[in-house]
């Protein structure tokens, strides 16, 4: 009886998922959309930077750095 309370805890908890892109983690994906509103109001301003606040610009080079081609030499 305890191997079979056992191997059904360890299929449960197989099957939870510790992914941060998954749907039900959804506090990152509230901050990601925000950020994504964000960024589409930016990239309207994009032709002429001298016009961005501070946070704006940090958003801006933050995405601007995220598609880069270049490694990341932070690692």
């Given at each position: ?16 998922s ?7 983690w ?33 958003i ?16």
């Amino acid at each position: 009886m305890k191997f079979l309370i056992l191997l059904l805890f360890v299929i449960l908890f197989n099957n939870c998922s510790l992914n941060k892109d998954s749907q039900y983690w959804t506090v990152d994906a509230v901050k990601k959309k925000n950020n994504q509103i964000k960024l589409s109001e930016i990239l309207k301003k994009a032709d002429d930077i001298t016009t961005m606040t501070p946070s704006e610009y940090e958003i801006y080079i933050d995405d601007y750095t995220k598609k880069s081609k270049y490694p990341d030499i932070s690692k």
